[in-house]
């Protein structure tokens, strides 16, 4: 179900899994794990992950890219990070969100979603 998409290659600023959102990292160029809804997500990492700091890892930053999940999410709701770089639905004012999930699923699902990243009113 995995679509073409945008790839860039950062270096991880932290272990990063698979199928996670990742956030800007501390340097340009450097991505880190997301781990709260006001991270400035910045992508989504696909099959590879990156299991060291500064191993280099692709990020998906357009398309219809795979998600892993945190929690219960119904088609057409807002994605943003839990605690572990999973989607989770956006509730709060001002959460960052990556997209929109195109199924829905359960915790721990590699769901697709349409890339679309911005902030919750």
Do not use: W
Not at 17 to 31: I, S
Not at 36 to 50: F, P, S, W, Y
Not at 56 to 63: E, R
């Amino acid at each position: 179900m995995s679509n073409p998409g945008i790839y860039k290659t950062k270096l991880a600023g932290s272990v990063i899994p698979p199928y996670v959102l990742v956030a800007h990292g501390a340097q340009d160029g450097a991505v880190a794990l997301a781990t709260v809804a006001t991270d400035a997500l910045c992508g989504v990492t696909q099959e590879l992950g990156a299991d060291a700091v500064g191993d280099p890892v692709d990020v998906c930053k357009g398309g219809l890219p795979e998600i892993r999940l945190g929690g219960d999410v119904v088609r057409g709701d807002p994605l943003t990070s839990d605690t572990e770089g999973r989607a989770i639905k956006a509730t709060v004012s001002g959460s960052r969100i990556i997209g929109f999930a195109e199924v829905s699923g359960a915790e721990d699902d590699i769901v697709p979603f349409l890339f679309a990243p911005g902030v919750l009113p």
